[in-house]
């Protein structure tokens, strides 16, 4: 398996570009949970300017996927280093169905580190850098 991470994954000298193959939007779909039939869709997207958002939805077994609905998402910047990706999660809050996103005034900005590895239009995402939930999962380049 070809991976492309710590060769072609870097931050560049300029602060506000990232020249790096995991600049895209990522998605992936859990598969249905066995007792009711949700599942969840998490979609990454890594901008250019060393920015991110995670949006986060879940939907029952009837959803239809053509049609928007509300979800979570976190928003700041990123960095990469190697096969290292520290999420800046800065903002928090709700992505409305309708397009627009309401963020929390409270939330304390917190920090993630996640491993990945790029093979073509996949990229593998592992958690389990001190977390209390772990996980694993291979995102498709939209």
């Given at each position: 398996?070809?991976?492309?991470?710590?060769?072609?994954?870097?931050?560049?000298?300029?602060?506000?570009?990232?020249?790096?193959?995991?600049?895209?939007?990522?998605?992936?779909?859990?598969?249905?949970?066995?007792?009711?039939?949700?599942?969840?869709?998490?979609?990454?997207?890594?901008?250019g300017?060393?920015?991110?958002?995670?949006?986060?939805?879940?939907?029952?077994?009837?959803?239809?996927?053509?049609?928007?609905y509300?979800?979570?998402?976190?928003?700041?910047?990123?960095?990469?280093?190697?096969?290292?990706?520290?999420?800046?999660?800065?903002?928090?809050?709700?992505?409305?169905?309708?397009?627009?996103?309401?963020?929390?005034?409270?939330?304390?900005?917190?920090?993630?580190?996640?491993?990945?590895?790029?093979?073509?239009?996949?990229?593998?995402?592992?958690?389990?850098?001190?977390?209390?939930?772990?996980?694993?999962?291979?995102?498709?380049?939209?």
């Amino acid at each position: 398996m070809a991976l492309v991470a710590g060769a072609l994954a870097f931050t560049s000298c300029n602060p506000n570009k990232v020249d790096s193959p995991v600049v895209g939007t990522w998605r992936y779909q859990t598969p249905p949970a066995p007792d009711s039939g949700w599942f969840g869709v998490y979609i990454f997207t890594f901008n250019g300017d060393g920015t991110f958002a995670l949006y986060d939805y879940a939907y029952g077994p009837e959803a239809d996927l053509s049609k928007p609905y509300d979800g979570f998402v976190w928003r700041g910047p990123y960095e990469i280093n190697g096969d290292i990706i520290t999420i800046h999660k800065e903002k928090y809050g709700m992505a409305k169905a309708d397009g627009t996103e309401e963020y929390d005034d409270e939330w304390q900005s917190e920090d993630e580190k996640l491993k990945f590895s790029i093979n073509g239009n996949i990229m593998h995402i592992t958690r389990d850098y001190g977390t209390d939930y772990p996980w694993e999962a291979d995102y498709t380049k939209q």
